[in-house]
């Protein structure tokens, strides 16, 4: 039994030490404001709203909305707004306050859950003043993710754990349980 414990541990410190180096050796850095799709662009009182977002076609599930607010009169940025996304689709509502962060306060960014396929109705609202707001609307349509990606992430998953398991148990039979000459 020692052995077959030897065995696992060394397996798994294999492989994290292989998701280790992989992680490490990617020198590509994220960038949260990257290749972002422009969905939109109006105006809203006195602020020039341009709304952005990821995925580029959106999909059931997490969308990143990216916001970018400058004034009308002059295309100044404003960096200290309040403003809030809203979706609607029919009798359900979600919202999120967009931040922006002292990195770029130029730039809100926001995350919504759209639970349905199907067109929703996107609401910027945003607001400098105690007491005063302005908004856009705009429709976006939303497709159906489906299951076949998170299907086949979790078969994958228990392939990878079958060969482990089958793999360990095979190596421990085979060369583990012989017996030991004095």
């Keep these: 039994m020692p052995k077959l414990v030897t065995f696992v541990a060394f397996n798994v410190v294999t492989i994290l030490t292989a998701v280790f180096i992989i992680q490490w050796s990617s020198s590509e850095q994220l960038e949260a404001h990257g290749n972002m799709k422009y969905i939109h662009h109006s105006v809203a009182g006195e602020y020039d709203l341009k709304v952005s977002l990821i995925p580029h076609q959106p999909i059931t599930g997490s969308v990143h909305f990216h916001v970018e607010p400058t004034l009308v009169s002059n295309q100044e940025p404003v960096e200290t707004a309040i403003i809030t996304v809203v979706i609607r689709q029919g009798e359900e509502a979600f919202q999120s306050r967009a ?15 759209f639970e349905t396929p199907g067109e929703w109705e996107v609401e910027v609202k945003i607001s400098t003043k105690p007491d005063a707001e302005d908004k856009t609307k705009f429709q976006l349509n939303v497709l159906d993710a489906g299951s076949a990606t998170s299907n086949a992430a979790g078969i994958f998953f228990l ?20 017996a030991k000459t004095r």
């Design 99 to 113: 931040v922006n962060s002292p990195a770029s306060p130029k730039i809100y960014d926001a995350n919504l859950t």
């Design 159 to 178: 392939f990878v754990f079958l060969v482990l398991i089958i793999g360990s148990t095979t190596l421990y039979f085979r060369y583990g349980r012989k």
